[in-house]
């Protein structure tokens, strides 16, 4: 079975800062993706970023970017010029991709809350 | 395009009531699953569906049921709830199940 860790459980960083929150995972599969969810209070899940693990090339999304490091099973995620509206979870989660060409499902870690200081 | 609907937002129940919890999509997606979500924790895998007609158990599978008559719905049903089952509970759907996948706005769900 795979695992997701985030080791943060909670960061504060104020407004317009870089941050950037950690994610390592377990597995011996080759062929997977990689996600970061964020949650704000309104419990809405959001998809911030995706990464499949063949691609060599960070992924990423406006502020948003991630520094994949396969060998490693590291994912971790900067978010750069932060804003109010950033404060949120934020989880990890990993998608194994089967033989057939289907997947299981998301496995999350556990997420770090994140906190943007005016 | 609503998107991907969840009814009751927020439902209590005593020990040993069963109950429905709806999820509906009207994107034509294929995949949807059910999560849920604990205090402390990340969302764990209940159940997914990759079609009409086709169900499977995912981490966490044990009182709850689910089938899938439609592409569009995606009801879980809890038979005989516990305290254990107190939660939130999201759905989800995508095209496939390698592509995004897109959450419903959660049930809360409250087990005396």
């Not at chain 1, 795979?2 to 909670?10: A, F, K």
């Not at chain 2, 009814?7 to 294929?30: I, R, W, Y």
């Not at chain 2, 059910?34 to 895998?45: F, T």
């Not at chain 2, 990759?50 to 899938?68: C, H, K, L, M």
Request: net charge neutral.
């Amino acid at each position: 079975a795979q695992t997701v860790t985030q080791s943060q459980p909670e960061m504060s960083v104020q407004e317009a800062e870089t941050v950037t929150l950690s994610c390592t995972y377990d597995t011996s599969e080759n062929n997977y993706y990689l996600f970061w969810y964020k949650q704000p209070p309104s419990r809405q899940m959001i998809l911030v970023i995706r990464q499949e693990a063949y691609k060599q090339q960070n992924a990423t999304e406006n502020r948003f970017s991630v520094n994949f490091q396969k060998a490693a099973k590291s994912f971790s995620l900067k978010i750069s010029d932060s804003q109010l509206g950033d404060t949120a979870m934020y989880f990890c989660a990993f998608m194994k991709l089967n033989s057939g060409g289907g997947a299981d499902g998301l496995t999350f870690g556990k997420g770090t809350h994140l906190i943007i200081q005016p | 395009n609503a998107g991907v609907t969840q009814t009751p937002k927020f439902q209590v129940l005593k020990t040993g009531q069963s109950m429905t919890l709806q999820c509906a999509q009207d994107m034509n997606h294929e995949y949807m699953s059910w999560y849920r979500q604990d205090p402390g924790m990340g969302l764990r895998l209940i159940h997914y569906s990759v079609g009409a007609g086709i169900t499977d158990q995912g981490e966490v599978p044990n009182g709850y049921n689910v089938s899938r008559s439609t592409t569009e719905d995606f009801p879980l049903r809890l038979l005989s709830a516990a305290p254990s089952q107190t939660s939130v509970y999201f759905c989800a759907s995508s095209w496939t199940v390698q592509e995004t996948q897109y959450f419903g706005p959660g049930t809360r769900l409250l087990v005396l």
